[in-house]
């Protein structure tokens, strides 16, 4: 398969580009640290409020076409107006269930001798987690227990109730209980962590759990 790159879900292989290289490294992690006189470790806040906090994410896309410069004008026009500043999502046909979020600039440049064009795509201020491009939807109808499945970000559903309804899990050994009557409903401490998560329900009617999983 022809490497692609689709920005808001367009191909850029459609548009008459060729996607030649392409660098998407791992965010890191921020580290602030505080080093105390007498201590023989400093004071690491790498985990602010008990999880890893992550810089932007940052990446670059090269992409190329052969043709005269009318051509690459015409192109980069085209690019232009549809992405440069905007905040676009970016899909990468290796990982086409995965779409990441950041603000784009473009750098044109052509070559006249080889009528090679070139157009680099980058971004500084990208999220970063990537998020699933389908949102998970998980549904109970009656009593029983939902498990919800989550990927590396941590993330809070979004639970909608057809009747009165009961809620209960356990979050590190701390239990909640939650009594609501048919509508929607986010709960801060229903947060969901990596794996299974489950969430014991009692009601007549039915209750969905929605939310967008993501991971670096």
């Known amino acids: ?52 906090s992550y810089d932007p994410r940052s990446f670059t896309i090269t992409l190329t076409m052969l043709g005269i410069r009318e051509r690459f004008n015409a192109m980069t ?7 440069a500043g905007q905040l676009v999502e970016v899909v990468t046909s290796e990982e086409p269930d995965l779409y990441c979020v950041g603000t784009l600039q473009l750098t044109p440049s052509y070559d006249p001798l080889t009528g090679k064009g070139q157009m680099v795509i980058s971004c500084e ?36 109730t057809t009747s009165e309804t009961a809620l209960s899990w356990t979050v590190d050994g701390d239990s909640f209980y939650k009594s609501v009557s048919a509508g929607t409903w986010t709960f801060p401490e229903l947060e969901l962590a990596y794996g299974e998560n489950s969430v014991a329900i009692t009601t007549s009617g039915n209750v969905t759990f929605t939310y967008r999983e993501g991971r670096l």
Request: aromatic content about 8%; hydrophobic content about 30%.
């Open 125 to 160: 201020d990208g999220d970063a987690f990537r998020y699933h491009v389908d949102e998970t939807v998980v549904e109970q109808n009656g009593d029983g227990t939902a498990i919800l499945t989550c990927d590396y970000m941590p993330v809070v559903p979004t639970v909608t």
């Open 77 to 83: 026009e085209n690019l232009s107006n549809a992405y």
């Open 1 to 52: 398969m022809k490497p692609d790159i689709y920005l808001n879900g367009t191909s850029m292989n459609s548009l008459g580009w060729l996607r030649e290289s392409i660098d998407f490294p791992t965010p890191q992690s921020q580290t602030n640290t505080i080093v105390v006189p007498g201590r023989n470790s400093p004071i690491r806040y790498t985990e602010a409020l008990g999880r890893v």
